[in-house]
């Protein structure tokens, strides 16, 4: 069996998910592995039996690679897209795109250009009672949706700036706009508001600590967002939908579906990550592209979360549309 030679570009906690699927796979080898950090290649590489790398032009150098895994914090999307690009290598890469709009837009019309597959990590598009709730709103559309990121404060200090990570609604809840998006169509509206307290054990913190925000989508349906990164466990992460007759109550783990007989619960079975990534593998190497988030659409989702944060800086409704 031909082998799919797959480098990393990050070698982080998201990176290690995605490296113990990956490995796993009998038609995939981990060839490489580039991080700033090169002590975290190096260990990488070692267990792997791979080659480490300082950083992702080195790692881009190995001619036989055949797609890249980019797994780099939201401010430093950009260049290492770009070079990836250059060498026309398939790529996937961990949401948020990147902070700036623009670079999102040149890389999404460098993708389109090119022909490249991508895939990127909205892994709730691959759990499996997210497909039960789309079958139950295909003719029975939501007209209402609550959604919620209510959870601790992640551990890297960069996650604590608004320059380095674009805040909670970007880097977090991001994932909640996919799957509303997923479920009930593009945004064309949105209202954001952002709170901020100052916070002794996080220095430096400058995230806003509570947001919402209200969304219009192109069916009529409207909804909201709340997230916080106050608490210190997370208590709510999911998504609730409302159509005729129909109250659906989504987590990364399981459904509630109440039609008023009672309250029954369903829950998640295989891994969506491992689908996401078996997807991604399939597609790289010639075979039917099940891919449910490539860069474009991803940009879609980007787009609203962007949106949101400019929004409550501005104090008014930014409409979205159509491309931009």
Excluded at 164 to 182: F, K, P, W
């Amino acid at each position: 069996m031909t082998k799919t030679r797959i480098g990393f570009i990050g070698v982080g906690g998201i990176a290690r998910r995605h490296l113990g699927v990956l490995e796993q796979f009998d038609d995939v080898e981990l060839a490489g592995f580039a991080d700033t950090d090169f002590d975290r290649a190096v260990d990488a590489a070692s267990r792997y039996g791979a080659r480490a790398y300082a950083d992702h032009q080195a790692l881009l150098e190995d001619p036989e690679l055949d797609a890249v895994y980019i797994c780099i914090p939201p401010f430093a999307h950009g260049e290492a897209e770009r070079a990836v690009i250059a060498r026309g290598l398939p790529f996937f890469v961990e949401k948020p795109l990147s902070l700036d709009l623009e670079v999102a837009e040149e890389l999404a019309a460098a993708v389109e250009q090119a022909g490249l597959v991508t895939a990127v990590g909205y892994h709730w598009r691959y759990i499996d009672t997210v497909e039960e709730a789309r079958r139950r709103l295909a003719d029975n559309p939501a007209q209402l949706i609550s959604g919620y990121w209510l959870d601790q404060t992640p551990p890297p200090p960069w996650w604590w700036r608004m320059d380095r990570s674009g805040g909670q609604m970007v880097e977090q809840t991001t994932h909640i706009i996919d799957l509303a998006r997923y479920l009930v169509g593009d945004v064309v509206q949105v209202f954001g508001l952002a709170g901020h307290r100052d916070r002794d054990a996080y220095p430096g913190l400058d995230v806003p600590t509570a947001s919402t925000a209200s969304l219009r989508f192109a069916s009529g349906a409207i909804g909201n967002l709340a997230s916080t990164c106050l608490l210190e466990w997370g208590h709510r992460v999911g998504l609730h939908l409302f159509a005729e007759g129909l109250a659906l109550e989504l987590t990364d783990h399981d459904i509630m579906i109440d039609v008023g007989q009672g309250r029954p619960v369903l829950h998640a079975g295989s891994d969506p990550v491992w689908k996401e990534d078996r997807d991604f593998i399939d597609a790289v190497r010639g075979e039917t592209n099940r891919i449910r988030c490539p860069y474009g659409e991803a940009l879609k989702t980007h787009r609203v979360a962007l949106a949101i944060s400019q929004s409550a800086r501005e104090g008014r409704a930014i409409d979205i549309l159509p491309g931009r």
